[in-house]
């Protein structure tokens, strides 16, 4: 019996970028988000050491494991078998009914923050002639609030056009082209995407008149200069001993997320973080309010990802082959072909688009009245991520500045 396999193409889109915005938190101290916040903390750093794993790469890199995790979990209510194992054991997902109702509550809170201007969404779009299974659909109308809706596919132009313009609308005209209609075939059946948007100001943004040009190592060895930004103020500040590593945690207006820089202790000692990169440890260490002297450069990264091969390295192969089992969600065979993610991420004067435990030590022999220099003049990381489940929204390694901000100042 000859089966044909017809495709599955996975998209994500993020935005991050700056806003004055103004107050008002809301913060649920009932929340609980335990499932996701454990198994999310154990993909985030698996994932982002496979997407760093090229030594020889000298670009910068930036993604979001919270939306692969939120459309890999979608999926996985579609999969049975080795495929449906495959991608449970990838995510560390252990009580899948659980998770799901915790994702749910995720994305009512996320979607109803009011304090930051943050926009989650799902959307599903599928061929005129093809049919989901009732329940599949069900499923992510329910629990993941995705909108399904059927396009025929035959027209590329057309389609890939009504994509992108659903993209363009959710990432409030940032994010123009995530499809284009040479991705879209007779072989296309189902296309799901995923987009972020959030924005936020800092709690205490930088005085523009401070911002100098100073420079900056790349990891390539070059030197350049680059737009750098400049305040002193009382901020967490920890080390994580393990990673040779500091950190500060840098707070926005909306008090439900931050942003954590992350600044090896050595110039060249960025692949060695990435390499061992752990959120567990990170997001536990310790770390103590301490007057900092800041030195940050303006930075924005974009950056298009195709994330097959990581998840095959971590395990999830199936459902990219013959092999693959979609059958909760249709008769059909289908086996995905793509994991494609869009990101752009910027950080400034205003604020920014997009932040173990017993390892992370503070420097010993430290007055309380000294002020500490945190001089991000080579390689590091940035994490943005949400307090109240722990979860990373963006993640990122600024591998080397000199292009974006040439003309500014």
């Known amino acids: 019996?000859?089966?044909?396999?017809?495709?599955?193409?996975?998209?994500?889109?993020?935005?991050?970028?700056?806003?004055?915005?103004?107050?008002?938190?809301?913060?649920?101290?009932?929340?609980?988000?335990?499932?996701?916040?454990?198994?999310?903390?154990?993909?985030?750093?698996?994932?982002?050491?496979?997407?760093t794993s090229k030594q020889e790469d000298t670009e910068n890199v930036a993604s979001s494991s919270l939306s692969a995790y939120i459309i890999l979990s979608l999926l996985l209510h579609g999969t049975?078998?080795?495929?449906?194992?495959?991608?449970?054991?990838?995510?560390?997902?252990?009580?899948?009914?659980?998770?799901?109702?915790?994702l749910q509550s995720l994305f009512m809170h996320l979607n109803n923050v009011t304090d930051a201007d943050l926009q989650l969404t799902n959307g599903i779009y599928v061929d005129s002639n093809f049919q989901l299974r009732d329940c599949f659909m069900s499923k992510s109308q329910e629990y993941y609030q995705t909108s399904?809706?059927?396009?025929?596919?035959?027209?590329?132009?057309?389609?890939?056009?009504?994509?992108?313009?659903?993209?363009?609308?959710?990432?409030?005209?940032?994010?123009?082209?995530?499809?284009?209609?040479?991705?879209?075939?007779?072989?296309t059946k189902v296309i799901l995407i995923n987009a972020l948007y959030f924005k936020s100001s800092w709690l205490n943004p930088f005085e523009?008149?401070?911002?100098?040009?100073?420079?900056?190592?790349?990891?390539?060895?070059?030197?350049?200069?680059?737009?750098?930004?400049h305040k002193t103020f009382n901020v967490l500040h920890g080390h994580i001993k393990s990673l040779r590593s500091s950190f500060i945690k840098m707070k926005y207006l909306s008090k439900e997320f931050e942003m954590i820089l992350i600044l090896?202790?050595?110039?060249?000692?960025?692949?060695?973080?990435?390499?061992?990169?752990?959120?567990?440890?990170?997001?536990?260490?310790?770390?103590?309010?301490?007057?900092?002297?800041?030195?940050?450069?303006?930075?924005k990264v974009e950056a298009t990802i195709n994330l097959k091969s990581a998840l095959k390295k971590l395990g999830m192969n199936a459902m990219f082959t013959e092999r693959a089992n979609f059958s909760r969600m249709a008769e059909k065979a289908l086996y995905v072909d793509r994991v494609l993610q869009k990101i752009i991420v910027e950080v400034d004067e205003k604020g920014s688009e997009a932040a173990a435990a017993t390892v992370a030590q503070i420097r010993s022999r430290r007055m309380v009245t000294d002020t500490d220099v945190f001089a991000v003049d080579h390689p590091f990381m940035f994490i943005i991520h949400h307090k109240p489940s722990s979860i990373p929204l963006f993640i990122g390694s600024i591998r080397k500045l000199g292009g974006n901000y040439k003309d500014e100042l």
């Open 1 to 51: 019996m000859e089966i044909n396999f017809e495709g599955i193409n996975l998209y994500f889109c993020f935005l991050i970028s700056q806003l004055v915005i103004s107050t008002g938190v809301n913060m649920n101290s009932e929340l609980n988000f335990l499932h996701i916040s454990n198994s999310c903390s154990d993909f985030t750093s698996n994932l982002f050491q496979e997407l």
């Open 80 to 102: 049975d078998g080795e495929t449906r194992e495959e991608i449970k054991s990838g995510l560390n997902l252990n009580d899948l009914d659980k998770t799901q109702e915790e």
């Open 148 to 187: 399904v809706e059927k396009m025929i596919f035959q027209n590329s132009d057309v389609a890939a056009n009504q994509i992108n313009e659903w993209v363009k609308e959710k990432t409030k005209n940032k994010i123009l082209n995530i499809i284009s209609s040479n991705d879209i075939d007779k072989y």
């Open 208 to 229: 523009s008149q401070f911002t100098e040009k100073r420079k900056f190592f790349n990891i390539d060895g070059i030197e350049t200069y680059v737009p750098t930004m």
């Open 264 to 299: 090896p202790d050595e110039k060249d000692g960025l692949r060695e973080l990435e390499k061992n990169f752990d959120w567990n440890k990170i997001s536990k260490a310790s770390c103590l309010t301490t007057e900092v002297e800041l030195f940050l450069p303006k930075f």
